[in-house]
């Protein structure tokens, strides 16, 4: 698995954990808020694992824009500089 | 002053998950202390003793379902569960025609020591001291378990959390009651909780009697209301609380019993059993002497709940009613329990449920 | 059936302790932020709090032993203290079987706890001393209430968090009107804590440099403390010993939201001042004005201003928040907002809400009294607080009549 793959599918434990659900219900483009019933507190607790796990401070004004997996994956690798 | 009625209850406690198993083997130690089990299995931290009174099998997941339910500390779980069983024990169905009426009042001695103690451990070790987390942050406030439950189970009656460790579940008791006399809901769910941790085993052991009794856990919920329909039903005759000042604590204690017959119009002879409610922080036998003095020399059969499951602080007297309800019925099962407890400094409460 | 009245008032603040220079300090619209010393709040991005500076319990407690107290039982039962003695209360003269202490929080002995982890972080469990266990029971915050006044009726402590204050009143308005008591000292107390910055730092929910609620950019909370109490009579027992009274406790009304443990309900908000009202016998068109649980989040002064717009209609009385100088005190909030409400009955002001500079479009019709105490008649005051777990409580206070 390349250090990309690895990542993703790190977050999608860490973000399926946070909605209460399994990794395998967590698609790449399933809106939290609308298919997975996550509120603005559990948005917020996905921003600080993202923080402690990956050392990566993403600020709560861009919550809006981490509707999914994959949005999400995007701006922690923009945030973290990753270039893979 | 109007009688309430327990119309449904619940006990979890290291005996097991319903009432009668905390009965049964009461019944079964006749009076003996039980030595608790080896506990290390549920907690990761060091313990005072290897031995503690917990409910090892315990698994919220199991009994509510993952959704919901993976950010509750143990006290939570246990309260929610509690709460569950007792309206289904009560028979009584919640709907949007009377949700308004049913409300929650749990007795606490300060919450979740181990959640609010984590917490602030987090802000000591972390890189940053902010790197906690959100999710968690509600299990740091006393009202946590209360709150859930009434989420979980859509209780939009008056809710509280009282506090008081052994002495919350009286407060929690004179709460309930007021609500209901005052007309604000129709249905009270009342209890108390409290949850074994690495946290409490350590506090429970620096009590002053914490070198005698390990440290147990456990929740017990009544569902109470009105005087109507009490046919067959045990009634809440009586509960009184108060302080003594400057060491009056004992004093205290036996008026508050006195004060307690008083109310319910009985004579020291209607009781039929004496609950005191042994914890780490008040031992068993100023309670005793107490309540022995206000029954002018009558002396009832005895019940001490943490020789049956270990120090459970706040949820102890709880426990010890839920049992009580639930012994065998030989002999006399028709007089009256006495509940005493004794909570920090003057803090004193007592009350007299009909069987 | 009896009636209930305020007869002293005992605000220990970062704005002033004592009755006189609360009042003063509300008045005059003073901040009471300043940066956090009762922890080293280096490593946090915020570090402003609504601080007791010099907080000095043996100048105001006479029988308490301060050494066996936790900082929030200290701050309890010196409001109290200030209470009884403005109230002119002659305890002596007290049934003390029939005087009870009701006292709410959020934290309870936060300090204590903060010190009994630091400990077994550096040493371990077994290195905690006694003497901080013995501390830590939030039923302590009305045991030192009792204690220190010699009171043998009821000593509860409500942990309904951030509306505890309310739930307390409330308590003891029913106590004093089914005639269990004669007195009840009714209140709040927390302390600032790391735990709580952190938690509502890390819910977006604090803000960096001072509290402005109802206004555009509000930003979030400033974590304060303090204590505040009343002394609560009936009546007949006020009048037979010629008391001075402020208001007069109309009644209350409390609901749980049943949805979500943090973030606040417009529809349940609104249901329980519905049920305050009703509770109290009183209209919304009698209420003049609203002490507001206005945490200056932007959530929370969105939803409960949606909610007294939709009980009140589009012109609602005006509603300041005084967070907005002692920051959110906890336990002790809807505590402070009842003295600064039976104040501004019995002086005839509106307390302003300060740091106020933009009005919000989504507010239209809240009138926050922005930045300056306002003189008004004031006959009725409502007061609000919310609280995690969805716990709502309001009070309704009245002039003497």
């Not at chain 2, 206000?294 to 839920?322: K, M, N, Q, Y």
Request: net charge negative; with cysteine.
């Amino acid at each position: 698995m390349s250090g990309e793959n690895e990542r993703y599918e790190q977050l999608r434990e860490i973000i399926a954990e946070v909605l209460e659900i399994e990794t395998d219900e967590l698609t790449d483009t399933g809106d939290f808020a609308e298919e997975y019933q996550a509120d603005s507190l559990r948005a917020i607790e996905i921003l600080a694992r993202i923080d402690k796990e990956f050392k990566v401070e993403i600020p709560q004004s861009e919550l809006p824009e981490l509707r999914n997996l994959k949005a999400t994956y995007e701006a922690v690798a923009r945030h973290a500089g990753w270039q893979d | 002053m109007t009688a309430l009625t327990i119309n449904g209850l619940a006990a979890l406690s290291a005996a097991g998950d319903r009432p009668e198993a905390l009965a049964e083997r009461a019944t079964a130690l006749a009076g003996e202390r039980h030595p608790g089990v080896s506990v290390g299995g549920i907690v990761t931290e060091d313990l005072p003793r290897p031995e503690g009174h917990a409910l090892l099998d315990f698994d919220v997941r199991a009994r509510l379902g993952r959704r919901g339910t993976s950010f509750y500390d143990r006290a939570t779980a246990l309260a929610v569960v509690a709460c569950g069983d007792a309206l289904t024990d009560s028979g009584l169905t919640v709907d949007d025609t009377n949700r308004a009426r049913v409300g929650v009042v749990l007795g606490t001695t300060v919450g979740s020591l181990k959640s609010t103690s984590d917490y602030t451990r987090e802000t000591l070790v972390q890189e940053k001291p902010y790197l906690v987390n959100p999710m968690l942050f509600p299990n740091t406030v006393m009202n946590c378990a209360a709150g859930q439950a009434a989420i979980r189970h859509k209780l939009k009656g008056i809710n509280a959390t009282v506090t008081g460790g052994p002495l919350a579940f009286f407060n929690a008791l004179r709460y309930a009651g007021n609500a209901i006399r005052r007309g604000y809901v129709d249905t009270m769910l009342v209890g108390a909780v409290e949850e074994f941790s690495a946290h409490r085993a350590w506090a429970s052991a620096s009590g002053p009697a914490g070198g005698e009794v390990p440290a147990g856990e456990g929740a017990a919920v009544f569902v109470i209301g009105g005087g109507a329909d009490s046919a067959g039903r045990a009634t809440i005759c009586a509960v009184t609380t108060g302080y003594g000042p400057d060491g009056t604590a004992e004093q205290a204690l036996t008026d508050c019993v006195a004060r307690a017959l008083h109310v319910a119009g009985a004579a020291p002879t209607d009781v039929t059993l004496l609950a005191t409610s042994e914890t780490s922080t008040a031992g068993t036998r100023p309670q005793r002497a107490a309540a022995l003095r206000a029954l002018d020399g009558h002396v009832p059969a005895e019940f001490v709940l943490s020789r049956v499951a270990g120090d459970c602080g706040a949820a102890t007297p709880a426990l010890a009613l839920a049992a009580a309800l639930r012994l065998p019925a030989d002999g006399d099962r028709s007089g009256l329990i006495l509940l005493t407890a004794h909570g920090t400094d003057g803090g004193v409460g007592a009350a007299l449920v009909r069987r | 059936m009896r009636r209930v009245v305020v007869t002293g008032l005992g605000p220990v603040s970062s704005i002033g302790t004592g009755v006189t220079a609360f009042g003063a300090a509300l008045r005059a619209g003073r901040s009471g932020i300043s940066q956090i010393t009762s922890f080293d709040p280096s490593g946090f991005p915020y570090r402003n709090g609504g601080e007791v500076r010099d907080f000095d319990p043996a100048a105001w407690l006479h029988r308490l032993p301060t050494d066996r107290w936790g900082r929030s039982s200290q701050f309890a039962a010196a409001a109290a203290r200030l209470a009884a003695e403005d109230a002119k209360l002659d305890l002596d003269a007290v049934d003390r079987t029939r005087a009870h202490a009701v006292i709410g929080t959020t934290s309870g002995e936060s300090v204590v706890l903060e010190a009994l982890t630091a400990r077994l972080v550096e040493a371990g469990f077994d290195a905690v001393p006694p003497q901080l266990v013995e501390q830590l029971p939030a039923g302590r915050l009305a045991h030192a209430v009792s204690e220190e006044l010699g009171l043998r009726g009821d000593s509860l402590t409500l942990a309904t968090a951030c509306s505890a204050s309310n739930y307390a009143i409330g308590y003891a308005y029913d106590l004093l009107v089914s005639g269990e008591s004669d007195v009840v000292f009714a209140g709040g107390a927390d302390s600032v804590c790391r735990w709580a910055h952190a938690g509502f730092y890390r819910l977006g929910a604090l803000t960096e440099h001072a509290c402005a609620p109802f206004d555009r950019d509000r930003s979030g909370i400033i974590t304060g403390e303090g204590g505040a109490v009343l002394a609560l009579e009936t009546w007949e027992h006020a009048e037979a010993r010629g008391a001075h009274v402020y208001a007069e406790v109309l009644g209350y009304g409390l609901n749980c939201d049943a949805n979500h443990p943090v973030a606040p309900d417009r529809d349940s908000i609104a249901e329980c001042i519905r049920i305050a009202h009703r509770n109290a016998g009183v209209t919304p068109e009698q209420v003049d004005y609203i002490c507001a649980h206005g945490t200056g989040t932007p959530a929370n002064d969105l939803v409960e201003a949606q909610a007294v717009l939709e009980v009140f209609g589009a012109n609602p009385p005006p509603i300041s928040s005084i967070k907005s100088m002692i920051g959110h005190t906890m336990g002790a909030a809807s505590g402070f907002g009842a003295i600064a409400s039976a104040l501004a009955i019995e002086q005839g002001f509106l307390p302003p809400t300060i740091n106020w500079s933009h009005p919000d479009p989504q507010l239209t019709g809240i009138d926050p009294v922005p930045n300056e105490a306002r003189p008004a008649t004031v006959r009725l005051v409502q007061n609000n607080g919310f609280a995690f777990g969805g716990n709502n409580a309001i009070v309704l206070l009245g002039a003497a009549r």
